[in-house]
């Protein structure tokens, strides 16, 4: 040790130092992973909350009414056990949309434009499927109770297919424009602006067709009249679900 | 002999109080910096050990070894081969043979005094 120069100790010393720092860091950085950290300031938090206790009041009010037609299982004799059941194949019949029915909405009128100045127009406008598929899924999401489009009314299950150049709704011919699109919905008002002010207006423009909305007090959509086809429909087991 | 011990922990302690973490796309060089690291000291306490120790070439040693280390590294990441696998196994080896040597020193230093002492009270 005595050969070992002052110079040469603190140099030593020095790496030495910049081992354990480094030795350290690596231990710091295989041994911690990244905490995830709760960012939400006070309004989101209390937003979050805020959604949580509407779905929950939601939940509530689910099983509560399950509840209640439960009660009425229990409570009665047969004939009205079968008057509860009848009711409930109704509601659900009401629900998937094989029922006629009627309420307050709007009605969109679609209807060619002509354009005589324009030379490679085509001759008659017709409805392309992804532009109606386009428009369903729209006011579905803007929160449509029922949909109809001229007097076949879109289901879940609804096909839109090309067939030959044709849109078929429902495995049927649409008939040619114009076309009347009703939607059944519990705030007309709200959905007239929501239509308004959706881009479809402009992509059927581009297609060289008008689109008219209206509200509507009395509106009576029709029931879809064909099988339902359920065949290909599975049980996810791993997905428990409710009611709705 | 003590002041470079010192220093390790100071170095140590340092490290942890700082709270440096280094980013996941870099760990692979810090890995492998650290085992050349490791390699110098081991390497340096056997040279000490032959009495053989030289200063400077145990400063470029440290230095070198962990820059080709990462450049190592470096080059495996860019040719899409784990390269850095060859330094880990490379340095790995090596400090087995140098903890081995050291070890045989060691055995043999606790032998010759063990005789002296031995002669010493004959």
Same mark, same amino acid.
């Given at each position: ?57 939601? *939940? ?169 086809? *359920?065949?290909? *429909? ?11 | ?122």
């Amino acid at each position: 040790m005595n050969a070992v120069s002052k110079r040469s100790k603190w140099l030593m010393s020095i790496i030495f130092a910049i081992i354990g720092f480094m030795v350290a860091i690596q231990f710091q950085t295989a041994s911690s992973e990244p905490e995830l950290r709760d960012t939400r300031d006070q309004w989101e938090v209390r937003q979050e909350l805020q959604e949580q206790q509407k779905l929950q009041q939601e *939940l509530l009010e689910q099983i509560t009414s399950a509840d209640r037609i439960l009660e009425e299982y229990d409570e009665v004799s047969d004939e009205e056990k079968l008057e509860t059941l009848k009711g409930s194949i109704e509601q659900l019949e009401q629900q998937a949309g094989l029922t006629t029915v009627e309420g307050s909405g709007i009605t969109i009128k679609l209807a060619p434009i002509f354009q005589e100045w324009e030379e490679d127009a085509p001759a008659y406008p017709t409805v392309s499927t992804s532009l109606l598929t386009h428009l369903i899924n729209e006011l579905n999401t803007f929160g449509a109770e029922g949909i109809a489009v001229g007097e076949e009314r879109v289901v879940s299950l609804s096909p839109i297919r090309n067939v030959n150049g044709d849109t078929y709704v429902n495995n049927r011919p649409m008939q040619p424009l114009p076309v009347e699109i009703k939607v059944l919905t519990s705030n007309p008002k709200k959905m007239l602006d929501y239509v308004n002010a959706s881009r479809s207006r402009d992509m059927f423009a581009l297609d060289d067709i008008s689109m008219d909305v209206q509200t509507e007090k009395n509106l009576k959509l029709p029931g879809y009249d064909d099988n339902l086809q *359920l065949g290909i *429909l599975e049980h996810d087991s791993s997905k428990e679900t409710g009611e709705n | 002999m003590w002041l470079p011990i010192a220093f390790l922990l100071v170095g140590i302690i340092l490290g942890l109080l700082t709270d440096i973490r280094v980013p996941d796309a870099y760990t692979d060089y810090l890995t492998i910096a650290v085992l050349a690291a490791f390699d110098t000291l081991l390497g340096g306490i056997r040279a000490q050990l032959e009495k053989k120790f030289d200063d400077i070439v145990f400063l470029t040693g440290f230095f070198s070894n962990v820059a080709l280390a990462a450049l190592l590294a470096f080059l495996g990441v860019q040719l899409g081969i784990d390269l850095y696998l060859a330094a880990v196994f490379a340095f790995g080896v090596r400090l087995f043979q140098n903890i081995a040597i050291i070890r045989r020193h060691l055995i043999s230093n606790l032998r010759t005094s063990n005789k002296l002492k031995k002669n010493t009270e004959k």
